[in-house]
């Protein structure tokens, strides 16, 4: 399923590698859910809204059940390796996800645990998923995923990662037990083109990922 190349070689950095690769994992059944209360992440609820016109109508959604108190879900983090003798990278994860059946191409995030922040969430996902610690940019505001279908929500924190120091030099990943995540970067200036070759290697792309590729892409283009 996935190929590799050698301008992989060439242009890619892995590293954070304590686990086996989630190239190994693969998908063994599915079954409709009859009974939601089996799902322990996700469930589902019937809408009743009223459109425009004044008419009733029905929508079905899926839902966190693990939503923080503060209304947010949870984080993306757009991590920036800063380096001081070649030009910033973006710093992506690898990992399996069952409903897609292959690995996806993503940026590190996680759930907002209960009575944290969103920057004290990121901080926390960035060192555990990456062993890295950062200085946070900025917060982005709280955005949906994919609307016609859930209510899932998140903010992307764009942190900058200074490669220089010490407690950068050999990070240490915190995952848990059932987490199986590669990390690895490449050049920001030529994201766009490196999602290409991933997804022409047969990895599925995170929505969030490839639209930040594509923005810095839209950018160079027209010289915004």
């Known amino acids: 399923m996935y190929k590799s190349g050698v301008l992989q070689l060439i242009t890619r950095r892995t590293f954070n590698m304590s686990k086996n690769k989630p190239e190994l994992a693969k998908l063994l059944s599915s079954r409709p859910v009859t009974n939601t209360e089996e799902c322990k992440w996700i469930g589902l609820t019937k809408l009743t809204y009223q459109d425009p016109n004044g008419k009733v109508r029905d929508w079905d959604s899926a839902i966190r059940k693990t939503r923080s108190e503060g209304g947010v879900d949870g984080v993306g983090i757009l991590a920036i390796l800063r380096f001081k003798d070649k030009p910033d990278e973006i710093l992506l994860q690898k990992q399996f996800r069952p409903p897609v059946e292959g690995v996806c191409i993503e940026m590190p995030a996680g759930l907002i645990d209960g009575g944290e922040d969103i ?6 996902e960035l060192r555990e998923e990456t062993g890295y610690v950062g200085k946070i940019l900025h917060s982005s505001p709280v955005i949906f995923n994919d609307p016609g279908f859930t209510n899932t929500n998140l903010s992307l924190v ?12 050999n990070p240490v990943t915190e995952l848990e037990e059932n987490e199986f995540i590669e990390c690895f970067s490449v050049p920001l200036a030529s994201m766009a083109d490196e999602l290409a070759k991933l997804d022409k290697e047969g990895y599925k792309l995170d929505a969030r990922v490839q639209n930040v590729a594509l923005g810095i892409k839209i950018a160079q283009d027209f010289k915004l």
């Open 119 to 124: 920057e004290t969430a990121a901080m926390r």
């Open 158 to 169: 764009t942190v900058l990662v200074d490669m220089s120091l010490p407690e950068n030099q």
